[in-house]
Each structure stands twice: as structure tokens, then as C-alpha cells.
């Protein structure tokens, strides 16, 4: 059994962890105005979808990367939301 979570984790897991874990962060940015400078703009952390991941990763099905992603909930090392998929870490 553990050699066959070891293959799930490194061939079929890994290549969708390593989207995830990528993180793409907006920075807030400022409108025209004088007094721009008083005024504090958050950044915001965009989650991954299964449609965003099954983009970059061509040769996987959306059915296989969803399991990959629920595996990887499991273990706790991404967590979901209604906007997408976060690296936890």
C-alpha cells in the first residue's frame, strides 16, 4: 500500500500540487486622485480553479484532477473554497 500512495503522490499528485501551490496575488492598486497616498489598498490572493488547472495541464482529464485535488484536501496540504483551490502552506 505504500508504495502505491508514494506513486499516487509523485506522478499523478505532484504536477497538480505544483500549480496549486503557485500563488497569484493581486496588488491592490490605486485610482487617479491627489490624495492617494492615505488611502490603503489590500492584496488579494486569487484561488485556483479546475478549469485553470486542467489548462495547463493538457495530457489530465478534469475527473483526474479533481481525485488529485481531493486527495491533496485530505492530506491538508490545499483547501477549497467556493472561489477555487489554496496552497495551504
Known amino acids: ?7 499516487l503522490d509523485t506522478y499523478i499528485d ?3 500540487a505544483d500549480i496549486v501551490r503557485r500563488r497569484v496575488i493581486l ?7 491627489p490624495y492617494v497616498m492615505a488611502v490603503h489598498f489590500p492584496t488579494v490572493e486569487l484561488r485556483w480553479t479546475l478549469a485553470e488547472i486542467a489548462k495547463r495541464l493538457p495530457n489530465k482529464n478534469e475527473r483526474s484532477i479533481l481525485k488529485s485535488l481531493l486527495r491533496l484536501e485530505r492530506r491538508g496540504k490545499i483547501e477549497a473554497n467556493q472561489d477555487g483551490w489554496r496552497w495551504k502552506g
Open 1 to 7: 500500500m505504500t508504495t502505491w500512495d508514494w506513486y
Open 14 to 16: 505532484m504536477p497538480v
Open 27 to 33: 496588488e491592490g492598486t490605486p485610482t487617479d486622485g
